[in-house]
């Protein structure tokens, strides 16, 4: 009976399951749509107070379990499959925003401009720890933000909005970007402020993950991660910040007792912060933007509550400025061209597509360039083959050998630019495989250089041979050589 009554309840919820088959239910609560799984604590919650209102009971757990397996079976098997997103989806060319909040209000995003929608095709979730984002202004100017944030340079602003524009896409690609400088110099409260633009939470800042499992469930559950204090990034993790960069899948045992999989294919933007550079490998570091810090001076310094709130006071206005900049974005996207083409052309088309809200066309591009080429540098410094690559180009104009050859000719090379405790430190391949697998993840920073290694194989010998030659030097743009020039 009770069993009935609570499934009598339920059939005022619309039904439907996702791809991987969990089980949703959309909910009209005080006027507005709430999405729940059905085995949330919320759904749970709504069915019992339901009952409570009709009986003046409390159905017993025996019931209430039998009518969730019930209401699971009829989302999954009955009703149609839908997307469900965290914070940010897409549909039809429109954006679309959660706020967050109460009232479950939308941001709706379209080439004419935004709005607060009542109504939207597409579906969220609300993940534990979610923040509400503030209703949000317009007439605000992304200007103001520049106040709060301790930025060397106005392209490193420029880049930083860029980031915070690229966040607000569904499906990137995002660049990580990687906050560097000594302590006092604010990374952390870069990382906070940045994050409450765009996916607020209780917990802002997080610590490293320990494998891809973690890593997994936080992507699932938070549109933007954040990763506070790093000293290192072990390879495992640099390669995983890859995928969640430019989107790719992760597949984790469902439970460690069993043989069941969870895939789950996903881009999300990342922050990182840190004293030292911690992005030391070349494909992580060409998916990166790497901003270092100046150190705050005593007399410069707020105190962080003051500062938290003002901000809090200019926060629906810069919110509203980037939903504009977003609006242009749409806007222009089709008809924007650049110069060069970085790894990350989808980003740097739409932010590219943006700018022009705020400022004039190509000061992305430029700033972004020149902060790729800095990190180029920075990521050939840091690792001990490129050095050696680059020092063995110089003083020849071709070489060829295997990667055996290489690995004896090295030691002896790079002795004379690096200290032996260095070497050792930044991690010496002990063989030729390893080296030669080395040397294909720099292939891409020291094309830029001019420098171009190719692999091959001797038909007859069946060696596999590696040859180092000088390549085309990929000049910057003539927009930004101007403006070096001048």
Excluded at 299 to 327: K, M, S
Aim: charged share 25%.
């Amino acid at each position: 009976m009770s069993t009935d009554v609570l499934l009598n309840i339920a059939s005022a919820a619309r039904l439907f399951h996702t791809s991987d088959s969990v089980a949703f239910a959309d909910l009209i609560i005080d006027g507005h749509r709430e999405t729940w799984p059905v085995r949330s604590k919320r759904f749970g919650a709504w069915l019992r107070q339901q009952y409570y209102e009709r009986t003046w009971d409390a159905p017993p757990a025996s019931a209430l379990s039998a009518a969730l397996n019930v209401l699971e079976a009829q989302a999954q098997f009955d009703a149609p499959s839908r997307a469900v997103a965290v914070r940010v989806a897409e549909q039809d060319g429109l954006i679309y925003l959660d706020l967050a909040d109460e009232f479950w209000r939308i941001v709706e995003i379209g080439r004419g401009g935004w709005r607060i929608a009542d109504h939207v095709p597409v579906r969220f979730r609300r993940a534990a720890g979610m923040l509400a984002l503030p209703l949000p202004v317009r007439g605000g100017s992304i200007a103001e933000l520049r106040h709060y944030l301790n930025l060397t340079d106005e392209d490193d602003f420029v880049l930083v909005a860029a980031w915070l524009l690229g966040a607000l896409r569904a499906d990137g690609p995002y660049p990580v970007l990687a906050i560097s400088g000594e302590q006092g110099s604010a990374k952390t409260m870069l990382a906070k402020l940045l994050r409450a633009l765009v996916d607020p939470n209780v917990a802002p800042v997080r610590s490293l993950p320990r494998e891809d499992r973690e890593l997994f469930i936080a992507a699932r559950n938070a549109h933007v991660l954040a990763f506070d204090n790093l000293s290192h990034l072990s390879p495992w993790l640099s390669d995983s910040l890859c995928r969640l960069a430019s989107g790719g899948a992760f597949a984790v045992r469902q439970l460690y007792t069993d043989q069941d999989e969870i895939l789950f294919s996903v881009a999300r933007p990342v922050l990182l912060n840190g004293i030292e550079e911690v992005i030391t490998r070349p494909d992580l570091g060409d998916r990166a933007i790497a901003i270092t810090l100046n150190p705050i001076g005593e007399r410069r310094r707020r105190p962080e509550q003051a500062l938290w709130r003002e901000f809090e006071l200019a926060r629906p206005r810069i919110l509203g400025a980037l939903l504009d900049a977003a609006v242009q974005g749409l806007r222009r996207l089709g008809g924007v061209t650049l110069q060069q083409t970085p790894r990350m052309a989808d980003f740097a088309l739409w932010a590219s597509a943006c700018e022009t809200a705020h400022w004039e066309g190509g000061t992305f591009e430029r700033a972004y360039w020149s902060n790729r080429r800095s990190a180029i540098d920075s990521v050939i410094e840091a690792d001990p083959v490129a050095i050696c690559v680059r020092e063995i180009k110089a003083r020849r104009s071709t070489w060829s050998g295997t990667a055996s050859d290489f690995l004896l000719m090295s030691t002896e090379v790079l002795g004379r630019v690096m200290p032996e405790d260095s070497i050792a430190s930044a991690g010496w391949p002990k063989n030729a495989r390893a080296l030669a697998g080395r040397m294909r993840r720099s292939q891409t920073f020291l094309r830029t250089l001019g420098i171009e290694i190719t692999f091959s194989r001797d038909g007859r010998a069946g060696t596999r041979l590696i040859r180092i030659t000088a390549g085309s030097h990929h000049s910057p743009p003539a927009s930004v050589r101007s403006s070096v020039n001048a």
